[in-house]
């Protein structure tokens, strides 16, 4: 290399651009997003197992307990859902703006719908460019709170009134959640609000995970990473 190359190789680097960049999420709710979804994939798979069943296994039962670990399986990360929901809830008390978007919408923020409309159309590809947001943008931020915190609410309602029909009446599954059985009407009732959320939150799972990568990728701002190391990094200098 010669010494105008190598000359003009460190101008270069000693000017590398440095894009701006803010820190968004807090390792609690970074936590929790990564935990929360393996939590949904074990549940949504092992529900579906449940709800319709593996062919009869051969063999001395003894020996052949496939449905008992499914069962255990979807138990136990029924309780890590649950348990993160709670911790997740504390800390929207208590972690920094952004943590609180999961349970708040600035519905009297002028500016907030203009932007939520004009994000609606940057979704139908009605609108040339993105706009620029620290946090969630407001379309995204309508469908955690109102599709996926409801969702998300009733399915670990649902989901303990279920498992207190097993604990039986005493147990603390039935105190706290045994209203739910009676406001359902139903078991078969209980069931069917169970399995739609299911659903529900499945698709919500594939248009998160869709927008996210479009976003990534088409946005003015890092959104995957973000989640990773809770650092938003724009892309350029524009408002």
Same mark, same amino acid.
């Given at each position: 290399?010669?010494?105008?190359?190598?000359?003009?190789?460190?101008?270069?680097?000693?000017? =590398?651009?440095?894009?701006?960049?803010?820190?968004?999420?807090?390792?609690?709710?970074?936590?929790?997003?990564?935990?929360?979804?393996?939590?949904?994939? !074990?549940?949504?798979?092992?529900?579906?197992?449940?709800?319709?069943?593996?062919?009869?296994?051969?063999?001395?039962?003894?020996?052949?307990?496939?449905? @008992?670990?499914?069962?255990?399986?979807?138990?136990?990360?029924?309780?890590?859902? @649950?348990?993160?929901?709670?911790?997740?809830? #504390?800390?929207?008390? !208590? /972690?920094?703006?952004?943590?609180? *978007?999961?349970?708040?919408?600035?519905?009297?923020?002028? *500016?907030?719908?203009?932007?939520?409309?004009?994000?609606?159309?940057?979704?139908?590809?009605?609108? =040339?460019?993105? =706009?620029?947001?620290?946090?969630?943008?407001?379309?995204?931020?309508?469908?955690?709170?109102?599709?996926?915190?409801?969702?998300?609410?009733? %399915? !670990?309602?649902?989901?303990?009134?279920?498992?207190?029909?097993? +604990?039986?009446?005493?147990?603390?599954?039935?105190?706290? $959640?045994?209203?739910?059985?009676?406001?359902? /009407?139903?078991?078969?009732?209980?069931?069917?609000?169970?399995?739609?959320? %299911?659903?529900? %939150?499945?698709? $919500?799972?594939?248009?998160?995970? #869709?927008?996210?990568?479009?976003?990534?990728?088409?946005?003015?701002?890092?959104?995957?990473? +973000?989640?990773?190391?809770?650092?938003?990094?724009?892309?350029?200098?524009?408002?």
């Amino acid at each position: 290399m010669s010494f105008d190359s190598r000359e003009s190789a460190l101008e270069l680097q000693g000017h =590398r651009e440095v894009r701006p960049s803010v820190y968004v999420y807090e390792a609690p709710v970074r936590i929790w997003h990564w935990i929360n979804a393996l939590a949904i994939v !074990v549940l949504t798979v092992t529900g579906t197992l449940i709800a319709y069943p593996l062919p009869s296994v051969s063999g001395e039962a003894t020996f052949a307990f496939l449905m @008992g670990y499914i069962r255990f399986t979807h138990f136990a990360a029924g309780y890590v859902l @649950g348990a993160g929901l709670i911790g997740r809830l #504390y800390w929207a008390l !208590v /972690g920094n703006h952004h943590a609180r *978007q999961l349970v708040t919408l600035p519905i009297h923020n002028r *500016q907030w719908w203009n932007d939520l409309f004009y994000m609606a159309g940057w979704y139908l590809f009605l609108n =040339r460019e993105a =706009r620029k947001f620290t946090g969630h943008n407001p379309l995204s931020h309508v469908a955690m709170v109102l599709v996926f915190l409801t969702c998300l609410l009733l %399915m !670990v309602f649902t989901g303990f009134a279920l498992y207190a029909e097993g +604990t039986g009446m005493g147990s603390w599954q039935h105190d706290l $959640f045994g209203w739910v059985l009676t406001l359902a /009407g139903n078991s078969q009732n209980l069931h069917t609000l169970h399995h739609l959320g %299911m659903w529900v %939150m499945g698709l $919500f799972v594939v248009i998160h995970i #869709y927008t996210a990568v479009r976003e990534d990728i088409m946005s003015r701002q890092t959104l995957i990473s +973000t989640m990773v190391n809770g650092i938003r990094i724009f892309k350029d200098d524009r408002p």
